[in-house]
């Protein structure tokens, strides 16, 4: 049983080119720390809250690849994103979930806001900052 109320669509925001039926999967390395090996697939019923995620790999990736957005299908059990939900934003307003479990790609999207150069500029300063910061996190 799912311990989120939300039923999708959802979306995943990466740089990987992927194709319908193709699956994210758990323990692989982190688009944000990729000396971390990541127990889950996040995920999120925003649109262009993957399409953030999706622009911020790229950014990480140092520009190379191109932001891409799929929707998914969760294939078992999902939670609510505590990394988001428990600690900065209560109740889930960025409906951001997780699962140890694969995600299935229904098919790529293209109708989701891309950062403007003034907002993309800004995460680079802020992605920079995270970086110098050996402490910081963006996401476990």
């Known amino acids: 049983m799912n311990r989120a109320l939300d039923s999708g669509p959802f979306f995943h925001g990466t740089t990987a080119e992927l194709r319908v039926g193709d699956l994210f999967t758990a323990g692989r390395p982190s688009n944000y720390r990729p000396e971390v090996v990541m127990n ?42 505590p990394n988001v939900t428990d600690q900065k934003f209560p109740g889930n307003p960025t409906r951001s979930y997780r699962s140890s479990e694969p995600l299935r790609v229904i098919g790529e999207v293209h109708d989701w806001t891309r950062l403007s150069p003034e907002a993309l500029q800004a995460w680079r300063d802020r992605l920079a900052a995270l970086a110098a910061d050996e402490q910081a996190q963006i996401i476990n």
């Open 40 to 81: 889950h697939v996040y995920f999120t019923a925003l649109r262009d809250g993957a399409g953030l995620a999706a622009e911020l790999a790229v950014e990480l990736a140092h520009g190379h690849g191109s932001p891409h957005v799929y929707e998914v299908e969760p294939t078992g059990t999902f939670e609510n994103d």
